[in-house]
């Protein structure tokens, strides 16, 4: 109590202190995904021996609040949301879901004022405006996340506050560093069973997490750079009240790069790599695995772009490799290695000051290892391709 | 309610800083300045703020980070699928009803 007393008091006072000299900035985007995939198998592939397809069309729409006091204060309200429309045609998982998405926000306020440091503090959230109980058919249309988007269509109220600061070494040299905690809310969703699809309805309460971040990023003429490595401490998820899955301890490490060669060519790379710890075991008794059963992820992207006054163009590629077969035979779960490689292209276009409208399309190839002892049926090696392509506009107040 | 308490606290953390800041702006820096007093590079540090909100905040929403969609690829880390997601998101998994 006393703490919302603080709160109470010190808010309204301060914000009419802060804000009496500065600049709000809004920009709206508005974007529509396409994901068409086709292949070996449906999705989940143990249960089918046909080949298998599915389309995705993905509306996310973002809206971005900025309001600065130079010298002193900012503040930044994200909010994005949308409208899916999901569709599995595979034989004997053929299923469809059309849904508004989960909401996701996030507020934060950073302090300009100290030289040399500029704290922040944000609070996200999930907003359970989607939708998580398909029932019957309907629960085939989660598919493969590697091909599509939107792997599932809703959730509980997940609240996550983050702390963090930029340390400015120089104008173009950067530390920061944060901690979040996400506080999982619960919600129902239905029982999968197969190959019925969703019957019954049982309560998630998902695992909440810890998260800290450590990035540096620099700036260097033609050059930029920023590097994060993370680490994220996993809660145990229950259903109906029972423990079910607590997932390892995650690390990752993530960068990005651009040169710029000259005005009009640059070349940007990005790559990730991140590593899962021992799961507890996903059905009784809860106790930690005997082998690790997560692989490593690697993840490289590259592009360059052509820039030419108002217009920029080039293409683009990228390769994720998932280096093991995961499957323990306590879980009954298997998550097979696979690489995919991507090639496509990206248009980027400026009529005006205000507005950036922009397409891209890519081709992908999906390899999956063999999984003999996937249950209840083998899978051979399977191979899939899909197309992915989006439009969309950028408008800036 | 731990929920609550949360918020609270955030509320007042926000307040605090607002009452840190000065009420009027001495200089133009749009993202602070360095420790000699030379205006820090905006665009790196939005870039860096936004960075380090995102990759505290792993498992906010499987509907992506709170970001536009044409700059999330740089967190395309977040989607890497594990083991125990296949659980969570395709529903209780034992004896006849295997997970994929």
């Given at each position: 109590m006393a703490i919302v007393g603080v709160a109470v008091a010190v808010v309204p006072l301060a914000t009419s202190l802060a804000w009496s000299d500065s600049q709000w900035d809004v920009a709206y985007n508005q974007e529509v995904r396409y994901f068409s995939w086709r292949g070996d198998r449906g999705f989940p592939a143990p249960f089918t021996a046909a080949r298998g397809g599915g389309t995705q069309v993905y509306f996310p729409t973002t809206v971005i609040v900025t309001g600065t006091a130079p010298d002193s204060l900012k503040f930044q309200l994200v909010t994005r949301g949308g409208f899916v429309s999901s569709r599995q045609t595979s034989p004997g998982l053929t299923g469809s879901v059309t849904t508004p998405t989960d909401t996701v926000t996030a507020a934060t306020l950073t302090l300009l004022s100290i030289p040399g440091i500029q704290p922040f503090v944000a609070l996200n959230a999930n907003l359970p405006t989607g939708r998580s109980v398909l029932s019957g058919s309907a629960s085939f249309a989660r598919m493969d996340p590697d091909l599509v988007d939107i792997a599932t269509f809703g959730e509980g109220w997940n609240i996550g506050p983050t702390v963090g600061a930029n340390v400015a070494l120089t104008p173009d040299v950067i530390l920061a560093g944060g901690w979040g905690y996400t506080d999982r809310g619960r919600y129902n969703r239905e029982n999968i069973v197969l190959p019925a699809g969703g019957v019954g309805q049982t309560t998630v309460d998902p695992g909440n997490t810890q998260t800290v971040n450590a990035s540096l990023g620099f700036r260097h003429g033609p050059l930029r750079v920023q590097i994060a490595g993370s680490h994220v401490r996993e809660g145990a998820t229950t259903f109906a009240g029972v423990p079910s899955v607590q997932?390892?301890?995650?690390?990752?490490?993530?960068?990005?790069?651009?040169?710029?060669?000259?005005?009009?060519?640059?070349?940007?790379?990005?790559?990730?790599?991140?590593?899962?710890?021992?799961?507890?075991?996903?059905?009784?008794?809860?106790?930690?695995?005997?082998?690790?059963?997560?692989?490593?992820?690697?993840?490289?992207?590259?592009?360059?772009?052509?820039?030419?006054?108002?217009?920029?163009?080039?293409?683009?590629?990228?390769?994720?490799?998932?280096?093991?077969?995961?499957?323990?035979?306590?879980?009954?779960?298997?998550?097979?290695?696979?690489?995919?490689?991507?090639?496509?292209?990206?248009?980027?276009?400026?009529?005006?000051?205000?507005?950036l409208l922009y397409a891209n399309v890519e081709r992908l190839w999906v390899t999956e290892r063999a999984r003999p002892a996937a249950v209840p049926n083998p899978v051979p090696a399977s191979h899939y391709t899909a197309w992915m392509a989006a439009a969309g506009v950028t408008l800036a107040f | 309610m731990p929920i609550l308490r949360t918020l609270a606290s955030f509320a007042a953390l926000s307040g605090l800083l607002l009452l840190s800041a000065p009420a009027i702006a001495q200089t133009a820096c749009p993202e602070g300045k360095t420790a000699s007093g030379a205006c820090v590079n905006a665009e790196l540090a939005g870039a860096m703020r936004e960075s380090v909100r995102i990759f505290t905040q792993p498992r906010l929403s499987y509907s992506g980070p709170a970001v536009a969609p044409n700059g999330a690829r740089r967190y395309d880390v977040l989607r890497d699928w594990r083991q125990g997601l296949t659980r969570e998101i395709y529903g209780t998994c034992s004896g006849p009803n295997p997970c994929p």
């Open positions: 997932l390892g301890n995650r690390s990752f490490v993530s960068g990005n790069g651009s040169f710029a060669w000259n005005d009009s060519s640059v070349t940007s790379v990005a790559a990730s790599w991140s590593h899962t710890q021992k799961n507890k075991a996903l059905v009784p008794p809860f106790l930690t695995e005997a082998f690790n059963s997560n692989s490593n992820v690697y993840r490289v992207r590259l592009e360059h772009a052509f820039n030419a006054p108002g217009w920029s163009f080039g293409p683009t590629g990228s390769y994720l490799l998932r280096d093991e077969n995961a499957y323990s035979s306590t879980t009954l779960q298997f998550v097979p290695a696979k690489t995919v490689w991507s090639a496509g292209g990206n248009l980027r276009h400026k009529p005006h000051d205000s507005v | -």
